[in-house]
């Protein structure tokens, strides 16, 4: 099991999404225009094909306080954080901190995605990693940890992450 988690609204729900159509058996790898999504209320439970089928939970961002109900049938984290959102910095990091600390999730793997590059107000991740002290997290965590820039919208980074996943494939931890 994947979990999904970050804030509302930084792109949770497209980026799974744009995942699905990447690996769905049409062939098709455009992307196209970006579905309809919705704030997700609780949680969604998505499939993907990547070598094997593997489950991402999507947590909705305001599901936060209850996340760690969630932690103990997880293999692998996904976080993401809105780069266009300098207002939201501070509380993502608090959540990312906080879920790097869980005993639960001491030896999952981790990917922190810099989510919305494609916006004319994003912050680079030269800039993110700064606010975010990435390099300190890194080396104070227990967990392997990758950072990827995305664009859910416009599909950039997404190959990273299906490369991360089948990675986490491999792991036999």
Request: proline share 6%; aromatic share 6%.
């Amino acid at each position: 099991m994947y979990l999904l988690l970050g804030a509302s609204g930084v792109g949770k729900t497209l980026l799974v999404k744009r995942l699905q159509k990447l690996c769905s058996k049409d062939g098709s790898r455009e992307l196209g225009e970006p579905p309809p999504t919705l704030p997700t209320v609780g949680t969604n439970l998505t499939d993907l094909l990547i070598q094997k089928k593997i489950t991402i939970r999507e947590l909705g961002g305001c599901m936060g306080p209850i996340w760690p109900s969630y932690y103990g049938d997880c293999s692998s984290v996904l976080f993401m954080i809105d780069a266009a959102n300098p207002t939201q910095i501070s509380s993502s990091c608090v959540q990312l901190l906080s879920l790097l600390s869980a005993e639960q999730l001491a030896s999952a793997s981790v990917l922190i995605l810099f989510n919305k590059i494609d916006l004319p107000c994003y912050m680079s991740l030269v800039e993110m990693k700064s606010l975010f002290r990435i390099q300190d997290i890194i080396s104070c965590a227990n967990q392997p940890i990758t950072v990827v820039e995305t664009s859910a919208r416009d599909g950039t980074g997404l190959p990273d992450v299906l490369q991360w996943l089948r990675s986490t494939l491999k792991d036999p931890s």
